[in-house]
């Protein structure tokens, strides 16, 4: 489903949502500093968990609003707007991935509990942004490149939902190849190679974090908080399930012809089901709800996973792709 053009009006409510965004962030960040224990319990219980659901429905209602986004096309005012090529955006993906891969497990020893250093984190990340949307045209630098979030954008925004204007670029200079906001389902058959043969979409770096994800998340989700000398195996014991997934999914796609249009929408419906199930006691434990919200809460995301996929693997979608 392609991006509309916005209205008016529209252009407004996104510009105000902008803007809110980028005074919760500098609120979040001090916040993470002074109060660290409310602010961590608000940004890891309520506001992270809301992020998938908002991609199922479509990926631009977050990219619309992400404050780093915002950032990054905030550096192109002074900047050089040199084009990305190829070879940069490849390299940048594959450094967004480890970044993803690096910095979630990290949560587990580090920016669970503690505030400053995740502050810190975020700081460096918004510069970051900042600095590459000053060197590359558009969100050709930070957003379509090294962001960390890139690929579960990619993953649950395959099929949205619903119909999103497009608030960032009125007029669209090209800047990245296989972009979101101009089509979620492009930008994912560019990053998987999805025409190609059987399994060849599960070689294909978006392919195997998809294939990755299932196994990274019960890993992530089984693992308590520790003190910083457990970070080597939180490492080991995500990467080993993020292998076994993998190896799992790359097995069956070779016993059964299991296409990208029909293996990407399965694996996302399962990662999201997964996180769903894991998190949602958490969110109600944060907001003091009783046991039995947590319940509703699974399955309110069962639902709206069993809506998604049936979208998603709908006959006329195989067929396009
Ligand atoms: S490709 Fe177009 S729509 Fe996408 S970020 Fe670049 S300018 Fe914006």
């Not at 084009?83 to 993906?93: E, S, V, Y």
């Not at 195997?208 to 014991?237: C, K, M, Q």
Request: a positive charge.
């Amino acid at each position: 489903m392609a991006s509309h053009r916005q209205t008016h009006s529209e252009s407004w409510v996104w510009r105000g949502l902008q803007i809110v965004g980028i005074l919760g962030t500098v609120l979040l960040i001090s916040g993470l500093v002074v109060a660290p224990e409310i602010s961590l319990l608000i940004l890891w219980s309520i506001l992270i968990p809301i992020v998938p659901a908002s991609l199922l429905l479509n990926p631009l209602v977050w990219r619309n609003v992400c404050p780093l986004a915002t950032l990054n096309m905030a550096g192109n005012r002074w900047g050089l707007r040199r084009r990305a090529g190829l070879k940069w955006t490849t390299r940048a993906n594959l450094i967004g991935l480890a970044l993803f891969a690096i910095l979630v497990p990290a949560r587990r020893f580090l920016f669970n509990e503690h505030g400053t250093a995740l502050a810190i984190t975020i700081v460096a990340v918004a510069l970051g942004a900042l600095v590459l949307g000053v060197l590359f045209d558009g969100r050709a630098g930070f957003c379509n490149a090294l962001c960390p979030v890139l690929p579960v954008e990619r993953l649950y925004g395959q099929r949205p939902l619903l119909r999103v204007g497009r608030a960032r670029c009125v007029k669209c200079s090209a800047c990245a190849r296989g972009c979101i906001d101009l089509s979620p389902e492009r930008s994912v058959q560019l990053a998987t190679k999805s025409r190609g043969p059987i399994a060849d979409w599960l070689r294909s770096p978006l392919g195997v974090f998809a294939a990755a994800l299932p196994g990274f998340i019960v890993g992530y989700f089984t693992l308590p908080d520790g003190p910083l000398s457990t970070a080597v195996s939180v490492y080991l014991w995500i990467g080993a399930l993020s292998i076994v997934s993998y190896l799992v999914v790359f097995s069956a796609s070779r016993l059964r012809f299991i296409t990208a249009a029909r293996g990407l929408p399965m694996l996302a419906g399962l990662a999201a089901l997964l996180y769903y199930w894991f998190a949602a006691p958490s969110v109600a434990a944060a907001v003091q709800a009783p046991v039995a919200m947590g319940q509703a809460l699974r399955v309110a995301a069962f639902g709206l996973v069993i809506l998604w996929l049936r979208a998603a693997l709908a006959p006329e979608r195989s067929a396009r792709v």
